[in-house]
């Protein structure tokens, strides 16, 4: 049976673009099926889903969007009716992958809907923002932005070459399928730094040998959300959860911020996790001339010439441990805490640059501070990079598992 591609787009202002490229991914024994929700004009040509659907699962109305004078309202209501249409056709086996065009206000529509399903259904997004900087568009899934170099208004000799790429990689995508890899492993994931890849490559070398896949996740913000989606949507049996650096992005404005709700995926799952206040000692940003100005007179370290980390400090690590509370106290399945006394990075060890007992020590504070006094916290005299640590993360996880699994 063919695969299908879903095309989302706005077919009043660009039915002759979307034609083009549904012609190119038929041509590929594709077939396709188009979701229309334009509301200006008539559509370029005919759509499977027509634009009244969309509307109506958003709560819109067509005659009071149609007139043009409640932009808003009409971007509200196409999202979430297309996300709602995009669900269901996934549902009913009608979507093996969706593709869409547009500018900024057809992106944020399309990967609305896009972001609405699960990580593995193939999603390309050609865009008028697809060179920058998208993550608030991707969110934590897999969507392959392409830039259109020029608008998506018309075809001409730039956007033919360009959507046809685009049709081609969305008719390979659903047409090639991973190999199979045998018996599949439980997943366990895993956030990691430069500054804790010892600690998380030897807790993953024991997880692999006792018989889980661990997925390793860069703690960038991306990275973050990420994983907290695949948790969400239940792909993951446990986190090991040791760097979770991108909360102290969030609190000093950092380039990596994964947003507040980073770390709370996997507690409100209820599946095990062991939490560390991995990296905290460091907030992220680009090269030196872009550190804020109320950061210039602090403690800062040149990673490289596109990162310069600022050291977090007391009120801050304040701050980080109330957060790291927070999430675990949302857990309605086994957490730990492990408490690195001898510092939470590389450069957070003794005589490092980073070395700072009082302000690691804040956060350790206000976090058993705030946290339910059931919950298990370890405090071992080790950095987080030492083989100890690492050691006692897996383990502990190890026999979270064993435990979780028992009780099923």
Not at 148 to 169: E, K, Q, T, W, Y
Request: net charge negative; proline share 5%; aromatic share 6%.
């Amino acid at each position: 049976m063919a695969k299908t591609v879903v095309l989302v787009g706005a077919l009043d202002t660009k039915g002759e673009e979307y034609a083009y490229v549904k012609q190119l991914i038929e041509a590929q024994g594709v077939a396709t099926l188009t979701v229309d929700y334009g509301i200006l004009g008539p559509p370029g040509y005919a759509p499977e889903v027509e634009r009244e659907q969309v509307l109506a699962a958003g709560g819109g109305d067509l005659a009071y969007l149609a007139g043009g004078g409640h932009k808003d309202a009409a971007m509200a209501a196409a999202a979430a009716g297309l996300s709602v249409v995009v669900r269901e056709l996934y549902a009913a086996g009608k979507l093996d992958g969706i593709l869409a065009m547009g500018g900024t206000g057809g992106t944020s529509v399309a990967t609305a809907a896009m972001r609405g399903l699960p990580v593995g259904v193939p999603k390309l997004m050609v865009s008028t923002v697809g060179g920058g900087d998208v993550s608030a568009f991707a969110g934590g899934k897999d969507i392959v932005f392409v830039p259109s170099i020029v608008d998506v208004a018309g075809l001409n000799r730039i956007s033919r070459v360009l959507f046809a790429h685009a049709a081609g990689a969305i008719a390979g995508m659903v047409q090639v399928e991973a190999p199979a890899a045998g018996t599949d492993k439980p997943l366990v994931s895993a956030s990691m730094f430069g500054n804790t890849t010892p600690a998380v490559d030897r807790a993953r070398h024991r997880l692999e040998a006792a018989g889980y896949e661990v997925l390793v996740f860069h703690a960038t913000g991306a990275g973050g959300r990420t994983m907290d989606s695949l948790i969400a949507d239940g792909y993951i049996a446990a986190n090991l959860d040791l760097t979770t650096t991108e909360l102290a992005d969030y609190v000093c404005g950092g380039v990596f911020s994964a947003g507040a709700a980073r770390g709370q995926a996997a507690p409100r799952a209820g599946i095990p996790t062991v939490l560390a206040p991995g990296c905290v000692d460091m907030a992220n940003f680009g090269s030196p001339e872009t550190v804020p100005e109320q950061y210039r007179s602090r403690n800062l370290y040149a990673w490289n010439p596109n990162v310069t980390l600022l050291r977090t400090n007391v009120e801050e690590n304040g701050r980080i441990g109330e957060m790291l509370a927070q999430a675990a106290n949302l857990a309605s399945g086994p957490v730990a805490i492990l408490l690195p006394r001898r510092g939470v990075s590389m450069l957070d060890s003794p005589g490092g640059r980073f070395w700072d007992p009082e302000a690691d020590a804040a956060c350790y504070t206000a976090l058993k501070r705030r946290l339910r006094p059931e919950i298990a916290v370890y405090e071992l005299e080790h950095n987080i990079n030492d083989p100890e640590f690492a050691d006692a993360a897996a383990e502990t996880l190890l026999q979270m598992l064993a435990a979780d699994g028992a009780a099923r």
